[in-house]
């Protein structure tokens, strides 16, 4: 548990404490002052919520000091412990007294409840913050304890590097001498190396060069070639799209032939019926208006020949001449 848990956990119980202290005290006042009030002598009634008030107040100064102490770490003796336990039984004692003299069980029972709250909370409170301090302390000496230690292990640790230290500069001080003995041959045979090393950069430089000029001519013919072969599938795609173009031309010119000519046929068949000896279906009737107004009959003979009202043919042409309007 780190210092917040416990901070929080402090924090609780001081609230919870302090509820129960208030609650206590309100609830001991209204119960005592009516005591106070029938056992005072007539024009001094004004003075029973004194009582009331003075024990409670021992009682907060008990609490208080109860918590600052555990807090410390320290004991007051035996007279806090006697404070506590007389200022717990005055409070028990006064607010019982009434239901008691009126011998109201109950009502003991009732009024005996606070006190007794208020009286098991200050101990368990100073237990639990006794409890809560010899906690703190013991993890506090241990991790003074873990200090401690983690600091004589740094101690340990930097003369360690230190020692590492000096024998590593002595160590290098003998690499260095035989470094500066050795650089004099190797100055020698680095030159050579250089020599033969730029020899072969020159080579493979040239090399190089051959290799590339001979990659780009390479890449060149393929590029050509690659612009020759899509040109010429291009010219064939171009081909192929006219050839079909054409012949999605051909078929439809081919079908609205056939439809003109269908159509034509239906209506020289729906006028070569003459005139309708009863009347047609609606559907029928409307075919036979149409190929009437394609041919340019006059609404008569259209309604002749369907045996339909004129009226209905005459507003039957006038929407085909609506239709016509709207598409041209």
Known sequence: MNDVQIRSAERALSVGT??????????SILTVTPLMERHTPQGWTWTAPILP?????????VVRLDAVLARLGGHGGRWP???????GAMTLALNVADSALRKELVGVAVHAVAPLLLIVTAETGLAYRQAITTAQQAREARLNAERAERERA???????????????????????REQREH??????????????ARREERERAEA?????????????????QQQMERERLEREAAQRRAAERREREQRARREEAERQERATRERAALLAAGPATEKQLEEQARATVRAAFEAELSVRAAAELTGWSIGWVSAR?????????VSV
């Open 18 to 27: 302090w509820l129960i202290v208030g609650g206590a005290m309100l609830f």
């Open 53 to 61: 008030l003075v024990v409670d107040a021992a009682v907060v100064i």
């Open 81 to 87: 412990i006697a404070l506590r336990w007389m200022t």
């Open 154 to 176: 740094a101690e340990e640790r930097r003369a360690a590097q230190e020692r590492r230290a000096r024998e590593e500069r002595e160590h290098q001080a003998v690499l260095a």
């Open 183 to 196: 650089e004099a041959l190797l100055a020698r045979e680095q030159t050579a190396r250089e020599e033969a």
């Open 208 to 224: 190089r060069e051959r290799a590339e000029r001979e990659a780009r001519e390479r890449r060149e013919r393929e590029r050509e």
């Open 317 to 325: 042409y006038q929407e085909l001449r609506d239709r016509s309007a």
